[in-house]
């Protein structure tokens, strides 16, 4: 109960954090992405890790001439973070859920595209060098725009490496085989929240491979937080709430569902499950 009671909060609290009276780019990313790991560590407290990045960036800031070009601020970056900081893909346990949480990223130097991607851009952002993820499916970059060098496309997952044209294409067929065509819009800046998005698909995707239903719901919980809200999601957790006797819970949720999309093809089969559901929340009590 102690800890359910903790997820709550930290529900509660990320919904503070993304919700649609602040401006995307207000959204504090770190922070955030450190309250959605709180499906593992209910009880994680987030000022710790806050000041590390604060730490990296003094490291970064300290070694930095006045007035340093963008290829040099990258170099020195790459240098804190992956030379000396030790960061790195996780390659061997890719699909590892501690490779999604910021906290466990900084504690085991392993990580994913988009987890080390997220602490470049906190790191980069307290020197002052403005960085925006990118929309490229299946591995995350980064970007820079830059008046002397033009738009610079950075991998974290490979030590920052700067990328061009060829290789982002590279990098697609690597992952797809080729049956992606590649199109200018995967290389289009992202917002904080479709980010934050991006990072909790990654692991509804591991807890429902793995079938654990209750991690799934809470990441669920998390994604229907983010403005706007998709009725879909709803449908989802309705049924994962379904594979964990939480029957009142998915009557909601259906109910919900066919009051936002009255119109769905689904429709019939959803009011039909409901109807059952109802009948056995109604035999239980």
Known sequence: MQGRDAYRRALERFAQQVGSIHEDQAIDLASAALTLARIEYPTL?????????????????RRLRDNAGARETIVMLNHVLFDEEGLRGNRDDYYDPRNSFLNDVLDRKLGIPITLSVIYMEVAHRIGFPLAGTAMPGHFLLKHYDAACGEIILDPYNHG????MDECHSRLDEIYRGEVEFKPEFLRPVTHREILTRMLNNLRQIYFTHCDFAKGVMVLDLLLAIPPRSSELLRERALARLQLDQYVGAAHDLATYLKLSPNAPDTKDVRETLEMV???????N
């Not at 109802?278 to 239980?284: A, D, Y």
């Open 45 to 61: 407290e987030s000022h710790a890790y806050i000041r590390h990045l604060s730490s990296l960036a003094e490291r970064v800031k």
């Open 161 to 164: 490496r700067m990328l061009s």
């Open 278 to 284: 109802r009948q056995l929340v109604g035999r239980l």
